[in-house]
């Protein structure tokens, strides 16, 4: 159903199971109310992670809801890698919800959450303005909770710098792509500034977004989510002090989002609009496996067959000293037909960003003094794999098959085993 007037209303801000010790809503359970309500889409914004998005694709799209991929992510004050404590009573840290315009924008949505953890992490994984600059192309933004950057700098009564903030994000995602978020749960605080986000909204030309910062499904489980908060925070249910959500944090129906935000109607209106700009597909099944970056200009099978044209001239020399000092290994005819046999096997199944990936991190091994076995298993009956150094067993004296390795009737995926200590 939809709303009073047959209204239609996405929720673009959602925490699912996923958001640890935070999120009460199971993504079944969401897809199940979306379905009801007859909502075309919903997101899930999960804090800091993107863990929900393979479930919550399938499951949506099973379900017959466009799935809106997004996340709520954690932005650094200043540079991500500071680690200057928070003004007092406040987190070093804002929060900003990012929504998947499309593939490339996913793409960067995972870059941004890899960087967070890796180079921002300060009790969450943080990225700050100039990672999202670099990484934000395909990315929807809204301004975010009361923890954001722009209402944070309204709640301290600041609108010069909620209007510069807000003018940073335009300049980062685009005009069109960066809205204000309102939500009211009936917090004061909420309430306090949500003219002024309107009169930012008038005043920047910058559309505006209603979104209900969903942490569980039904009203009643609000006292589950009370006591998960209660787990998260080391707090128990009976200590007033306690961190605690307001109670309309549930996934509302549109005509209760609506009705709630019927004196900016525009901001309803607009989570169909977005949800209309999202499209991003994910491919599932069949294989899937890590691209390795080439030098500009190249394929990766180019620059795979180079490297391993490279290594087969440095083996070359060693089996010149091996026959001068009278080694019975085959002829360089021999070695050159088995070569080219391998590597058309090897790039007509697809896997040349494979052998790449291992002869990497295997010579950073053996540049750094890390102790490489020799080799085992099938892949030591490869010689692109003795090649490029991966492993150091010849296979031709020996009589080592590459077939048992890699051939086309083989149906699981090939691994080469390495010993490192």
């Known amino acids: 159903m939809t709303g009073d007037a047959g209204r239609s209303f996405v929720h673009l801000h959602n925490h699912t199971q996923y958001s640890l010790l935070d999120g009460a809503s199971r993504i079944e359970e969401i897809l199940d109310r979306a379905v009801r309500y007859g909502m075309p889409a919903v997101a899930i914004t999960d804090h800091g992670n993107l863990f929900g998005v393979p479930r919550f694709y399938q499951k949506a799209v099973d ?21 200057t404590p928070g003004p007092a009573g406040k987190a070093p840290y804002h929060h900003l919800t990012l929504l998947a315009e499309d593939r490339a924008g996913y793409g960067n949505l995972m870059r941004l959450v890899s960087i967070g953890y890796l180079e921002g992490f300060y009790y969450r994984p943080r990225i700050d303005k100039e990672t999202l600059a670099r990484h934000g192309r395909g990315l929807i933004g809204l301004s975010g909770c009361l923890s954001g950057e722009i209402p944070r700098h309204l709640q301290d009564g600041r609108m010069d710098l909620a209007l ?108 169909v609009r977005i949800a209309d700009r999202c499209h991003c597909t994910l491919e599932s099944g069949g294989r899937h496996l890590p691209r390795f970056d080439v030098p500009a200009g190249m394929t990766v099978e180019d620059y795979f067959r180079q490297v391993v044209e490279a290594g087969y001239r440095s083996r070359e020399r060693q089996w010149e000293e091996q026959r001068r000092g009278g080694a019975a290994i085959p002829g360089p005819e021999v070695y050159r037909r088995r070569l080219s046999e391998e590597i058309d096997m090897i790039c007509r199944m697809g896997f040349p960003g494979y052998f790449l990936i291992v002869w990497d991190f295997v010579r950073f091994a053996r540049e750094n003094g890390i102790p490489v076995g020799p080799g085992r298993g099938s892949a030591a009956g490869s010689l692109v794999a003795y090649c490029l150094q991966i492993t150091d067993i010849d296979p031709l004296p020996y009589g080592l098959l590459f077939e048992r390795f890699l051939n086309p009737e083989r149906v699981t995926l090939p691994d080469i085993d390495i010993d490192f200590c």
């Open 63 to 83: 379900s017959g809801v466009k799935p809106i991929l997004g996340c709520e992510v954690y932005v650094a004050p200043g540079d991500r890698r500071d680690q």
């Open 164 to 271: 510069r903030s807000a003018g940073e994000y335009v300049d980062i995602l685009g005009r069109e792509n960066f809205f204000l978020e309102l939500q009211d749960h009936g917090i004061p605080e909420q309430r306090r500034i949500f003219s002024d986000t309107v009169e930012m909204g008038r005043r920047l030309d910058l559309p505006l977004a209603a979104t209900n910062d969903c942490h569980f499904v039904d009203p009643g489980d609000h006292f589950a989510h009370d006591v998960l908060i209660c787990i998260q925070t080391g707090k128990t249910v009976n200590d007033p002090a306690r961190m605690t959500y307001a109670p309309g944090h549930h996934f509302r129906p549109p005509e209760e989002m609506w009705r709630i935000f019927a004196g900016v109607p525009e901001a309803a209106a607009n989570t």
